[in-house]
């Protein structure tokens, strides 16, 4: 099955439903952590539903690993490419139409975004963007890397990271970071847990939540992942197992064959993961080479079970992440590497212009073209 964070370059990823004991006692942790106000993860909860999309833009000329050096990764989000997200171009002279692909989410509902590789902001200017996010209403989920998520990377990047943690604190775009995608193993646990711990320490306001998305084995839906558990065990082995449960939720990437309902309800029935409120970080299906109309049939079907269940039934489940607006030709994988390549509900048409970075390097703007999938599920209930 479909696992998006195997095939990425690991440089290219509500206080009423809280009980007393998650809003008093005291702390373990050895280290002066602030007094939380809030709960970040429950607050998601009232936003529900989350209409999500996963957003990683990658031009048509990003077609291979290592990529063109002008992309570097996979991080778009800034303003080295706002003819892609937004409105604007670096060059007015440049060949490139800008193709607010912010605006296009929006039109479909989409109230939240996620992606897999967030640079350095000291070398990446963020703020354009998120601040497009802003007047658009979108919600952002920022990601730290697998190639963060590493003993070398902690131990090299922390300056990094803690910069990345400080933006999100700061922008008002931004409720989650995501640490990760689809990690496995103790070792990594003990990773996520102590960027955990960073996020805990430099978020005084206690304003995010957090998740590391995770991907299912059991194509039942009767178990929950292991991983979770051993996430949570590295947590509160620091000490913040209040912070954990005021902050932490669940991401799962689920795709087919896996039963959406059971899932949910399996989710619902745990003892302790059921604790913690729920998102689909990823869903959705490739267009090829099986074509578009089984893409748009299988997209209206996860959709249409995720947003019918956003109620009483399973009230820790805040709603999901499509994957993904657009088709990516770097990657590997499936059906003679066509089936990673194409789970966007746009797909390239040939033509492009270009622009350029603020450094004078030139990048691809694509034009696109929408898939059958893309008005089917803006058309979904949601």
């Known amino acids: 099955m479909h696992t998006c964070g195997k095939h990425r370059s690991n440089k290219h990823r509500c206080d009423k439903h809280r009980s007393s004991k998650h ?5 373990s942790s050895s280290v002066d952590l602030p007094e939380p ?11 529900k539903p989350i209409v999500g999309m996963n957003y990683e833009p990658a031009p048509s000329n990003y077609d291979s690993l290592p990529p063109p050096p002008v992309y570097f990764d996979t991080d778009f989000w800034n303003a080295d490419f706002p003819a892609l997200w937004g409105t604007m171009k670096n060059d007015p002279s440049g060949t490139g139409t800008p193709r607010n692909d912010l605006q296009v989410m929006q039109s479909i509902g989409i109230n939240m975004i996620k992606g897999y590789n967030y640079s350095d902001p000291n070398s990446r200017n963020h703020i354009p963007f998120l601040d497009d996010c802003i007047s658009k209403n979108i919600k952002v989920i920022i990601p730290i890397s697998n190639f963060f998520v590493s003993p ?39 990773l996520i847990a102590q960027i955990f711990k960073f ?16 991907q299912l084995f059991d194509s039942t839906g009767t178990t929950f992942p292991v991983m979770a558990n051993q ?14 449960e005021s902050r932490w939720f669940h991401g799962i990437n689920i795709y087919p064959p896996t039963p959406i309902v059971t899932f949910l309800q399996t989710h619902k029935n745990d003892p302790v993961n059921g604790k913690q409120p729920l998102l689909f970080t990823e869903y959705g299906y490739w267009s090829r080479p099986t074509g578009q109309n089984l893409q748009k049939n299988q997209i209206v079907n996860q959709a249409t079970i995720i947003y019918s269940n956003i109620d009483n039934t399973f009230p820790m489940f805040l709603g ?15 059906f003679g590497d ?16 270009t622009d350029i970075t603020t450094t004078g390097l030139e990048y691809r703007v694509d034009v696109l073209e929408k ?12």
């Open 23 to 27: 809003r008093c006692g005291k702390r």
């Open 37 to 47: 106000s809030t709960n970040p993860s429950f607050d998601l909860l009232n936003t």
């Open 152 to 190: 070398n990377g902690i131990n090299q990047f922390s300056a990094v990271i803690h910069r990345i943690i400080n933006q999100a604190i700061q922008s008002d775009a931004v409720t989650t970071i995501s640490i990760g995608n689809e990690l496995q193993g103790v070792d990594n646990a003990k």
């Open 199 to 214: 996020v805990v320490v430099l978020d005084s306001g206690n304003k995010l939540a957090l998740c590391s998305p995770l």
């Open 231 to 244: 996430i949570r065990t590295e947590i509160v082995n620091l000490g913040l197992s209040q912070e954990y």
């Open 320 to 334: 999901g992440c499509l994957f993904e607006l657009t088709d990516e030709l770097w990657k590997r994988g499936g």
């Open 338 to 353: 066509q089936q990673e390549q194409s789970f966007g509900i746009e797909k390239f048409t040939g033509n492009f212009g």
């Open 371 to 382: 898939k059958e999938s893309f008005d089917a599920f803006k058309n979904v209930p949601k």
